[in-house]
């Protein structure tokens, strides 16, 4: 199997996949990654910890519907090509 650009597109798409489906109460609370109600000063930088859930938050929150699409076409691929 050759390292190609659809392979690597494939698997950017299976990592947004697994970002994607993480549920936030019955995972990432069990690892203390779960809703953090605490809120930093004005002017305070977020820490890694809390950009990491924003950003799991938004691709759950944005990419849900053309994650649908772009699964779909990839198994057409796929399919026809192997």
Not at 40 to 56: A, H, I, R, S, Y
Request: with cysteine; aromatic share 8%.
């Amino acid at each position: 199997m050759a390292f190609t650009l659809y392979s690597l597109i494939q698997a950017a798409i299976l990592c947004v996949n697994a970002v994607a489906v993480l549920h936030e109460e019955r995972f990432l609370s069990k690892i203390g990654w779960g809703v953090d109600t605490s809120v930093g000063g004005f002017g305070d930088e977020p820490g890694v910890k809390v950009q990491l859930m924003t950003l799991v938050r938004s691709v759950r929150t944005v990419m849900r519907v053309p994650l649908i699409a772009v699964n779909a076409v990839c198994i057409v691929l796929l399919l026809l090509f192997g």
